[in-house]
C-alpha cells in the first residue's frame, strides 16, 4: 500500500460546481498535512495547510481526520483558474514530507 | 515570483556525462530538499539538509551526489545517469525541519533529459 493515496481522478467539473479530493495516508505518526497544487509544466505551490479543526480560506476547506487518517480539500464555486493537479502532502515527523500522486482537475466552461 | 531558483531549467547529458543542477534559495530557511518527479508518478524524495547537514537519503543511487554548502545553496552532481532518469528535478526549503514549519516552497524545476 502506498504511503499517501488519493482519489485518481482525472475530475471533470463545471464552472461553479462545488468538487472534493480525498486523501488517505497510512503512518499514523503523521504530524503535519498540506495541499499543494501543480500546473502543467510548473512547480507545485503550496495551497493550504490541513489543520485537526479544519479549515478554510475562501472558496477552499480542508478537513482532517485523524482516526481515520484521511483529509480533504472542498473546493466551492469552482472557476476555470483552479485547473491543476492537486497533491496531498503528509509530514510523517521525520525528515520526510511524502506526496500523493495527485489528482487532476479540469473546470470547463 | 519564486524565492527559489534553479538553473539549468533543462538539461539534456549523455550517460558518460557529468553535470550539476544547482539550487538556491533567498528565503532565509534553513532546510533544503531534492525530489524527483517522473512523468505518472509522485513526488519522489531524495535527499534532505537541515542547516547543511543531509538528515535524509532515501536510497538513492550514488550516481546522484547531493552537496550543500550553506543553508542558502544546494546542488545535485550527477555522474553516470541512466536514461530511466530523465525527469524533472525539484528542489524545495522550508524554514526548518520542525513539524510546523514544514511548509516547502519549490523552485521551477530542471528538466532533464539523459540520452
Known amino acids: 500500500r502506498k504511503e499517501v493515496e488519493q482519489d485518481p481522478g482525472p475530475f471533470n467539473v463545471p464552472e461553479g460546481a462545488t468538487v472534493a479530493f480525498n486523501c488517505t495516508y497510512s503512518?499514523?505518526?503523521?504530524?503535519?498535512f498540506f495541499w499543494y497544487r501543480q500546473d502543467c509544466r510548473k512547480e507545485p505551490k503550496l495551497l493550504m495547510s490541513?489543520?485537526?479543526s479544519g479549515n478554510e480560506d475562501g472558496r477552499f476547506t480542508a478537513q482532517l481526520n485523524r482516526a481515520s487518517q484521511y483529509i480533504s480539500l472542498l473546493i466551492r464555486d469552482s472557476k476555470l483558474s483552479d485547473s491543476a493537479t492537486y497533491l496531498c502532502a503528509v509530514n510523517r515527523g521525520n525528515d520526510k514530507v511524502i506526496f500523493g500522486p495527485g489528482t487532476s482537475l479540469s473546470v470547463i466552461p | 515570483e519564486t524565492g527559489v531558483t534553479q538553473t539549468p531549467r533543462h538539461l539534456v547529458m549523455g550517460m558518460t556525462n557529468k553535470k550539476s543542477l544547482k539550487c538556491e534559495q533567498h528565503l532565509g530557511h534553513n532546510a533544503m530538499y531534492w525530489y524527483k518527479q517522473s512523468a505518472k508518478k509522485p513526488l519522489e524524495l531524495m535527499f534532505v539538509y537541515n542547516f547543511k547537514e543531509q538528515t535524509e537519503n532515501n536510497s538513492v543511487p550514488s550516481r546522484f551526489s547531493p552537496e550543500c554548502p550553506n543553508s542558502s545553496h544546494l546542488f545535485l552532481h550527477l555522474h553516470t545517469l541512466q536514461p530511466e532518469d530523465s525527469a524533472l528535478y525539484l528542489c524545495?526549503?522550508?524554514?526548518?525541519?520542525?513539524?510546523?514549519?514544514?511548509?516547502?516552497?519549490f523552485g521551477e524545476g530542471s528538466r532533464l533529459t539523459v540520452l
Open positions: 524545495a526549503s522550508s524554514l526548518d525541519l520542525s513539524s510546523g514549519s514544514r511548509k516547502l516552497f
Open positions: 503512518n499514523s505518526a503523521s504530524q503535519s
Open positions: 490541513v489543520y485537526s
